[in-house]
């Protein structure tokens, strides 16, 4: 038996034998509401999280913000001597569920499945990440690197206030880990993640009486939908590029030439290399009707999280320790975002859905399957152990 098949095994035991106590962490975090515009709640959310980090002897480090709900850092050095490099674990307080909604949906066991607002997106990764902690210790291994762990209060609403200090903390690690939700019922990692970006095109025309005086008038819906098409000729499928009109808002009544109108575009690509140029066409929208005036804000957010040779190499290490316990291992490719675009975009080996299994993410059915949770751990403290 190898050195990382027996690691694993015990592993596994340790952490099997602490099922229910991670059950009971996730609903302790589950109960506690933290959505991603409530400061308050976050805060109090964050003190819970960090209190169990100090618990295990980490330095903890509360990222104070005026506006957003303050940020969590937990430092961790399990091993003897001196680090040999650092690995960065990634994760989120935020919720997109408002503040109440526990009252209609709350935490609850069911047929092997825990349901409850956050349980798969990411309160069970948090817990995890815990409970690879306690495996770790249990099993008596020591990983040879330093463990950062950086918790933002802000993913779900873009990462604005935390982006710069998961930059700063990934640019010292030697790989970041990310506990988002796995992919599919087989709990799949995600090696790659598509960029992402999000606009707005403000189009103001000129009012007029649509039966009466109709060339009085600049119809800035018409300026829209030309617009529109323009956008909708930037999509690419072959590169992996999306752009999709999402919202459209405009005019006042029927019998009037509008003024106003906006659309909110969804953006999606998925090579780093297309983000300038897709950004720039973007944003130089130019009037096709005279008259008419355009605008364009936000643009391009997220890089794409790419599937480097450096992310391939980190996939075919976690896929050989959950071969150690017989459990297979795929990978995914996903079209949403996470803060691993981030730190992947920097060169740093990201390796992301090292989460729960689970589904319904953002919906009323949330919930992580149960007897997963212990396998999951089991391989996050592998790596941790072994990278
Ligand atoms: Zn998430």
Request: aromatic share 4%; proline share 5%.
């Amino acid at each position: 038996m190898n050195e990382n098949s027996s690691m694993m095994r015990s592993l596994r035991r340790e952490l099997r034998g602490r099922e229910q106590d991670i059950v009971r962490l996730l609903g302790r975090f589950v109960r506690c509401e933290s959505p991603s515009q409530d400061k308050a709640a976050l805060d109090r959310f964050g003190a819970l999280v960090a209190g169990q980090w100090r618990r295990r002897g980490a330095k903890v480090r509360i990222l104070r913000e005026k506006k957003r709900g303050n940020h969590v850092r937990a430092e961790l050095w399990l091993g003897a001597g001196k680090p040999r490099g650092q690995i960065l674990i990634l994760g989120h307080l935020d919720t997109v569920y408002p503040l109440g909604t526990l009252a209609a949906m709350p935490f609850c066991v069911k047929a092997g499945r825990a349901y409850g607002p956050g349980t798969f997106d990411m309160k069970a990764g948090l817990a995890l990440a815990l409970a690879a902690v306690d495996g770790l210790r249990a099993a008596g291994l020591r990983p040879g690197k330093r463990l950062v762990f950086l918790w933002n209060s802000d993913e779900e609403i873009g990462s604005s206030t935390s982006r710069l200090a998961i930059e700063r903390e990934a640019q010292r690690s030697d790989a970041v880990l990310v506990l988002e939700p796995s992919a599919g019922a087989d709990g799949r990692l995600k090696t790659a993640r598509k960029g992402l970006g999000w606009a707005e095109v403000i189009i103001a025309g000129r009012a007029a009486h649509a039966g009466l005086d109709p060339r009085a008038g600049v119809n800035a819906v018409h300026e829209l939908a030309l617009q529109i098409v323009r956008l909708k000729h930037m999509n690419n499928a072959r590169r992996g590029i999306s752009l999709q009109a999402t919202v459209i808002e405009g005019g006042t009544v029927s019998n009037v030439v509008p003024a106003h109108a906006r659309a909110e575009v969804d953006i999606r690509y998925t090579h780093l290399a297309d983000a300038p140029k897709l950004d720039r066409k973007i944003r130089s929208l130019r009037p096709i009707l005279p008259g008419a005036r355009v605008k364009v804000c936000g643009g391009i957010n997220r890089p794409p999280l790419e599937r480097t040779p450096g992310v391939i190499a980190l996939f075919h290490r976690a896929r050989s320790l959950m071969r150690e316990i017989g459990l297979p291992l795929g990978e995914a490719w996903v079209g949403g975002g996470s803060d691993g675009n981030f730190t992947s975009a920097l060169g740093v080996p990201t390796l992301d859905g090292l989460g729960a299994i689970g589904a319904g993410a953002h919906s009323l059915v949330e919930h992580v399957v149960i007897r997963s949770l212990p396998d999951r751990a089991a391989l996050l403290a592998g790596l941790l152990a072994s990278l």
